[in-house]
Structure formats: structure tokens, C-alpha cells
């Protein structure tokens, strides 16, 4: 199957800084790709759906503005948590589709964001 | 929203089949049955995917009944590798539509 790549795997950051993380499609152009996240034990959470070269569209309670979304090209998107706090910790997914009808998702590794 | 009802969970022995249920009656003529699974701490991981008829490929089989208001997965021969949470989805075809997850089924395959 496709591969979708997400960087980095795990991160450790200081409540109040900022973390960038990055999607990558690397076998395929994506038009979209969605942002999941998934606490402990529960289930995946979709947080915004990122068009290439259009806003993100965020879920009903998932602040736009903490969760800020870029997708610069059809092979790349970026979730940047800013003034992380330690409740921002969490398991954070991506994934993506090719640019074509009745497709599958590819999800990405996850990468483990903690909060100190 | 997630429009699945699934076991919370399941057991199978190692060998054997895996028949996992899903429950989706109010599925949408236009809307596809997705199954995933997810090993702890891992991403998700496509499994297979119908419409209405019986889908079958290397990793388990699809079975959707006739008039598309659930679902089994089957894995036909569980190892322990098997082990995960499994997650059927209700989607309507097309990139830029969204898979929401619900709760799954975890399934422990057990020696």
C-alpha cells in the first residue's frame, strides 16, 4: 500500500512552546489529509480535514487557532500545536488519500506528543 | 459521527478464524464499508474495503450482507500478529471525505 510518513515519532516539549509535526504522502499526490487524535485507551478523533492550498477544515470544538494546519503541496501537511499545555498530550495521526474516487486512507505512524 | 456498532471486544484462538461483526443500518446507498485495524501505538492499517458485494484479498475477507445493514471481517486463519483494535467505517467514496472512527472491536488472539 501507499506510504504515508509522519515526523517526528515522538516529542517531548515545555508547556507554552510550540511543536510542528509533518504528514508526508510519499508514494502519491494527496489533495486532503486528515488529523486525527487519540488519547489513551480511546479512539481516533478526526480534528481537521487539510485541503491543499485551501484552509483547513476544522471539527465542531477543535480550536483553529491552537491547532494551526498548513498543506503547501499535495505531498506534504503540517499540524503545529501552539502554547502546548500538558492536556495537549496525546497520540496525534495523520493520514491521506489518493486523488482519485472510491479510494482508501494510508495513516501515517502517529507521532507521541508529550507535554512537561 | 461514527455510524458503526461493533463488540467491544473479542477473543479468537491462533489458527482459527476471526469473524468480526459490524453493525451499520443506516448505511447510505453511496456509502462504502471500510475496515481498519490499529496495533497499539501504531497508525491504523488499511484492511479492506465494499460497496455491496463480497470483497476478499490477502489480508481477510469481506462479507456484507444483502441488504447492507452489517458486516463481518473475517481473517480466516488469526495469529497472534492479529492482535489489535479493529474498526469498521461508513464513508461515502471520494478523497475528501472524512473516515470517523468509533469505539472497535479489540481482538486478542490467543495461543
Known amino acids: 500500500g501507499a506510504v504515508v510518513s509522519q515526523h517526528p515519532s515522538r516529542v517531548i516539549c515545555k508547556s507554552g512552546t510550540s511543536v510542528k509535526i509533518e504528514c508526508r504522502s510519499l508514494?502519491?499526490?494527496?489533495?486532503?489529509m486528515f488529523w486525527y487524535r487519540q488519547f489513551p485507551k480511546q479512539s481516533l478523533m478526526l480534528m481537521a480535514t487539510?485541503?491543499?492550498?485551501?484552509?483547513?477544515?476544522?471539527e465542531q470544538g477543535v480550536e483553529k487557532d491552537k491547532f494551526l494546519i498548513n498543506h503547501a503541496s499535495l505531498t506534504l501537511s503540517t499540524l503545529t500545536v501552539t502554547s502546548a499545555h500538558p492536556e495537549d498530550s496525546s497520540f496525534y495521526i495523520c493520514?491521506?488519500?489518493?486523488?482519485?474516487?472510491?479510494?482508501?486512507?494510508?495513516f501515517g505512524q502517529g507521532t507521541r506528543l508529550t507535554v512537561v | 459521527d461514527a455510524k458503526t456498532t461493533q463488540p467491544p471486544s473479542m477473543d479468537c484462538a491462533e489458527g482459527r478464524a476471526a469473524n468480526l461483526p459490524c453493525n451499520h443500518s443506516?448505511?447510505?446507498?453511496?456509502?462504502?464499508v471500510y475496515w481498519y485495524r490499529q496495533i497499539h501505538s501504531q497508525g491504523p492499517q488499511y484492511i479492506i474495503h465494499?460497496?455491496?458485494n463480497n470483497e476478499t484479498n490477502e489480508m481477510a475477507s469481506l462479507i456484507i450482507t444483502e441488504d447492507r445493514k452489517s458486516s463481518t471481517l473475517i481473517l480466516p486463519h488469526a495469529t497472534l500478529r492479529d492482535t489489535a483494535v479493529y474498526y469498521c467505517?461508513?464513508?461515502?467514496?471520494?478523497?475528501?471525505?472524512?473516515?470517523?472512527f468509533g469505539t472497535g472491536t479489540s481482538l486478542t488472539v490467543i495461543p
Open positions: 493520514s491521506a488519500s489518493r486523488t482519485v474516487m472510491n479510494t482508501e486512507a494510508f
Open positions: 508514494d502519491f499526490q494527496a489533495t486532503t
Open positions: 487539510s485541503n491543499e492550498g485551501s484552509k483547513a477544515t476544522y
Open positions: 443506516t448505511i447510505s446507498g453511496n456509502e462504502y
Open positions: 465494499g460497496l455491496k
Open positions: 467505517i461508513v464513508r461515502v467514496a471520494g478523497t475528501g471525505n472524512q473516515f470517523y
